[in-house]
Every structure is written in C-alpha cells, then in structure tokens.
C-alpha cells in the first residue's frame, strides 16, 4: 500500500521555455505599468491639492475684501466722528467761557443784558456784540417804524436803563423791498 500513496500524490514540476528577454520585457512592462498608474495618482493628488489651494485662496481673498470693506466703513465712520467730536470741544468750550461770564457779575454783562431785554418780541436781532470800550453794536430788523421808535426811546429812557447807558446812536436804517426796516444801533455803556 505505500506505493499506492505514492502515486496518488502529483508532483508539480514547472517549465519556462520562453526567452529570457521576453521575462525581461513582460517584467518591464509591469514596471512601467505600475509607475504610469503612480503618476496618474500622484498627477491627480496635486491637481487636487491646487484645486483646494486655489478655492481656499479665493475664499480668503473674498474675506479679506468683505473686511476691508467694513474697515472703510468704519474708519468713515470714525473720521465724521473726529469731525463732530471737534465741533463738540469748541462748542464744549465756548459754554465754559459763556459759563465763567454768565456767573461773574460785572457792568458790562449787565449792561448787555439790559440792552437784551430791552429789544422788543417784534424785533429780529442778526448782531449783537460788544468791544473792548464798551459800545455795543446791534444789528436788527424792525417790523414797523413804530417798533423801532419804541426801542429806541426805550434805550434813552435813564430809568429804564438804570443810567447805564451814556450814549445811543442809530448808525444805519434801510427798507427791504418787504417793507422792513434794517437797522444798526450803537449803545455805548458808562464806565
């Protein structure tokens, strides 16, 4: 029985008749087919890679833009608030100073108050100063002659004006084609 065993089991025996170079040749091929499939991978990954390096490029740059803009925005912005925030300083200013005057008591802010309060409600006032002599200079528009004769004997009245006046003079009057009558009053104030 052991030679039957033995023949039962094949023996595998295999035979290469093909050149040599024809090996060599099939062995090239599958060279370069697996280095032409690595390039086509590796071609594709960095057409890939750019791709994502370009969206990505053009998604910042639309950032970049949308920030900038709103920087822009803000800086206009900024820019008409320096120019309100220096109207508010002058005008910030300007009230200390009337603040400062408003509670010193002197003649001469008296005297331009009474000279205020004298100017009647149907009297437009376009000027009202005051010099370092103390003459005050007042531009106005009256109504009516009657108006202004009113505001004139008001101011050379030494009861109404407390005595504080020493001269008035009328320096000027024209009427408007509407009938009005533009003026300037000088008053000069006793030291």
């Known amino acids: 029985m052991p030679t039957t065993q033995k023949l039962k089991r094949k023996k595998t025996f295999s035979l290469?008749?093909?050149?040599?170079?024809?090996?060599?040749?099939?062995?090239?091929?599958?060279?370069?087919?697996?280095?032409?499939?690595m390039s086509i991978i590796i071609v594709f990954i960095f057409i890939?890679?750019?791709?994502?390096?370009?969206?990505?490029?053009?998604?910042?740059?639309?950032r970049v833009k949308a920030i900038q803009a709103r920087y822009s925005v803000a800086e206009a912005r900024i820019e008409s608030f320096k120019?309100?925030?220096?109207?508010?300083l002058a005008l910030k200013k300007r009230m200390e100073k009337i603040a400062?005057?408003?509670?010193?008591?002197?003649?001469?802010?008296?005297?331009?108050?009474?000279?205020?309060?004298?100017?009647?409600?149907?009297?437009?006032?376009?000027?009202?100063?005051?010099n370092q002599g103390n003459k005050i200079t007042?531009?106005?528009?009256?109504?009516e002659v009657g108006t202004l004769k009113g505001?004139?004997?008001?101011?050379?009245?030494?009861?109404?004006?407390?005595?504080?006046?020493?001269k008035v003079s009328l320096e000027g009057v024209t009427q408007g084609p509407d009938g009005k009558l533009r003026f300037e009053v000088g008053v000069t104030l006793k030291n």
């Open 48 to 62: 890939t890679i750019s791709l994502m390096i370009t969206i990505f490029g053009l998604i910042l740059n639309s």
């Open 83 to 88: 120019t309100k925030e220096g109207l508010v």
């Open 100 to 130: 400062v005057l408003w509670n010193q008591p002197s003649g001469v802010s008296d005297s331009f108050n009474l000279v205020a309060a004298l100017i009647p409600d149907g009297i437009k006032t376009y000027l009202f100063s005051i």
């Open 151 to 166: 505001f004139l004997d008001k101011l050379i009245d030494p009861v109404v004006t407390r005595e504080r006046i020493s």
């Open 138 to 143: 007042l531009s106005a528009e009256a109504p």
């Open 16 to 37: 290469n008749l093909l050149p040599h170079e024809i090996i060599i040749e099939e062995q090239t091929q599958i060279r370069v087919n697996f280095a032409r499939k």
